[in-house]
């Protein structure tokens, strides 16, 4: 049975940091392409990073650039998002996901979601 669980989020101050993680289990961690969403109320699921699955190529969306890191831990099976200088506008649900593609920052065909955890920032 295929597992996905997001964790790390909370409530932080502007300009505060989190890292989240992605723990998987029952699938072949190395053949996916791995990658975060967020869902801001009342607003659509959007991408926002996504890893290539072997060479570790790494995607962002413009507002995260610069702020936010994807990585991977093969051997762990487990996919982390550092994020810094957080802003009130990055407050959302963010999920993790495991797809077949890197449709740039979005992860493409996903097959598997995480249940989402949350992150609020304060301002």
């Known amino acids: 049975q295929v597992q996905v669980v997001a964790s790390g989020g909370g409530l932080v101050q502007a300009g505060g940091s989190l890292k989240l993680s992605c723990t998987t289990s029952?699938?072949?961690?190395?053949?996916?392409?791995m990658g975060w969403f967020r869902q801001a109320p009342g607003k659509l699921r959007e991408g926002i990073s996504c890893?290539?699955?072997?060479?570790?190529?790494?995607y962002y969306k413009n507002s995260v650039e610069g702020r936010f890191t994807i990585s991977k831990d093969s051997v762990k099976k487990t996919l982390y998002l550092q994020m810094n200088s957080l802003k009130p506008e990055d407050t959302a649900m963010y999920y993790c996901?495991?797809?077949?593609?890197?449709?740039?920052?979005?992860?493409?065909?996903?097959?598997?979601w995480g249940q989402g955890t949350q992150v609020t920032v304060s301002s």
């Open positions: 029952g699938l072949i961690f190395d053949d996916y392409y």
């Open positions: 890893i290539t699955r072997s060479s570790g190529r790494v």
């Open positions: 996901a495991a797809g077949s593609g890197c449709a740039s920052y979005e992860t493409a065909n996903v097959a598997y």
